[in-house]
């Protein structure tokens, strides 16, 4: 890859585990980071994928689970069409994060309503 991303509290390299079709223009995409990548329900991270830009992707699934899963749309170009066409499961993914201060509190008291959208 060339190039790094901007250094954050991670910076990792990770390898595409699945992609799955979810609906006609999104793709689940999972990836095992190669090191410790921790994050809080509510963040993103920044991705590389080998000659493309850096783009941000809500993290899908919840921490914990070993690999981190991104939901991403085919705008008929870039990522996106990439991710759709022609990256393959072991292809080298850059992981940048995470961001984002929206994320679950578990010493929160009160009520919660959390609304996902976008993809």
Same mark, same amino acid.
């Given at each position: 890859?060339?190039?790094?991303?901007?250094?954050?509290?991670?910076?990792?390299?990770?390898?595409?585990?699945?992609?799955?079709? &979810? &609906?006609?223009? $999104? +793709?689940? $995409?999972? #990836?095992?980071?190669?090191?410790?990548?921790?994050? =809080?329900?509510?963040?993103?991270? &920044?991705?590389?994928?080998?000659?493309?830009?850096?783009?941000?992707? +809500?993290?899908?699934?919840?921490?914990?689970?070993?690999?981190?899963?991104?939901?991403?749309?085919?705008?008929? /170009? /870039? #990522? /996106?069409?990439? $991710?759709?066409?022609?990256?393959? #499961?072991?292809?080298? $993914?850059?992981?940048?994060?995470?961001?984002?201060?929206?994320?679950? =509190?578990?010493?929160?008291?009160?009520?919660?309503?959390?609304?996902?959208?976008?993809?």
């Amino acid at each position: 890859m060339t190039g790094t991303i901007e250094r954050a509290s991670t910076a990792v390299i990770g390898r595409i585990v699945s992609i799955e079709a &979810a &609906a006609p223009l $999104v +793709s689940v $995409v999972r #990836v095992r980071p190669d090191d410790a990548f921790d994050w =809080r329900a509510g963040q993103f991270a &920044a991705l590389r994928f080998p000659d493309f830009e850096i783009r941000n992707y +809500s993290i899908s699934n919840r921490p914990g689970e070993g690999e981190i899963e991104f939901h991403i749309r085919d705008n008929g /170009g /870039g #990522v /996106g069409a990439h $991710v759709a066409s022609t990256a393959s #499961v072991g292809d080298p $993914v850059e992981i940048a994060g995470p961001f984002g201060s929206a994320y679950f =509190r578990r010493r929160h008291g009160g009520p919660l309503l959390a609304i996902a959208g976008g993809t």
